[in-house]
């Protein structure tokens, strides 16, 4: 168990640019998610994935993102035309569950800067 | 739409001392609450779950009690030590979907 891997772990970016993000879930963990946390904030959720399938999209999501977690393994969270308000910290977060009372093990997050 | 609320906002306390963190909830038809600890900079970990049917759920020096009806939790800290340091954070999921709604934390600092 090596734990939850993000990459990259700080993306400065200009206005307008695209980002993408890369999650790493602990081996065997079928279910995934995303969260953004900006300062002084709680998390917020994003999106969720059980296996490849992608159930669950929060309205936060607008057009300009959009995330796949193909084969059902790592997850990729892209950002299109970023905007300064989109400056905050990525958490993807995995579990292993068959219900809804697992424990979800976070990575370190992504700090995204948009300038 | 759930509200999370955490109380105090921060909070300052001697080494040794014994500390209650608040957590409340608009919306009692939880599935389960969980508190996690979130050190500066890094992600967050899962301290303890309890399910909407339990009372309390205890680890070691830790504590949580949840009255669902109420909208209440609770995360007792015993004996605090500087390396409880930390932001904790209370989240619930509701009996539909899959997010958790959080809080905006408690941060602790507890001095030597």
């Known amino acids: 168990d090596t734990g939850v891997s993000q990459d990259p772990r700080h993306k400065i970016t200009k206005r307008g640019q695209n980002v993408t993000f890369r999650c790493d879930p602990i081996?065997?963990?079928?279910?995934l998610y995303w969260y953004r946390q900006t300062l002084g904030q709680g998390p917020e959720f994003l999106t969720y994935?059980?296996?490849?399938?992608?159930?669950?999209k929060s309205r936060l999501l607008s057009d300009r993102f959009s995330a796949e977690r193909p084969k059902g393994s790592f997850s990729t969270l892209e950002i299109q035309r970023t905007e300064q308000g989109d400056s905050a910290m990525y958490l993807c977060?995995?579990?292993?569950?068959?219900?809804?009372?697992?424990?979800?093990?976070f990575g370190s997050g992504t700090q995204l800067s948009v300038l | 739409k759930q509200e999370v609320t955490q109380i105090p906002a921060a909070l300052s306390v001697p080494e040794g001392e014994n500390l209650v963190l608040n957590c409340s909830f608009t919306?009692?038809?939880?599935?389960?609450l969980q508190w996690f600890r979130q050190d500066p900079g890094k992600g967050l970990t899962s301290l303890l779950l309890?399910?909407?049917?339990?009372r309390e759920q205890t680890s070691g020096r830790l504590n949580a009690s949840l009255d669902k009806s109420s909208g209440r939790s609770t995360l007792y800290i015993a004996a605090s030590q500087p390396g409880d340091s930390a932001t904790y954070l209370c989240?619930?999921?509701?009996?539909?979907?899959?997010?958790?709604?959080f809080g905006k934390g408690t941060s602790l600092l507890v001095t030597p």
């Open positions: 989240a619930v999921i509701s009996n539909s979907g899959y997010a958790l709604n």
């Open positions: 977060a995995s579990s292993l569950g068959r219900g809804r009372a697992e424990k979800l093990f």
């Open positions: 309890i399910q909407s049917s339990q």
């Open positions: 919306d009692s038809a939880i599935y389960n």
């Open positions: 081996s065997e963990h079928n279910r």
């Open positions: 994935f059980q296996n490849e399938a992608q159930l669950e």
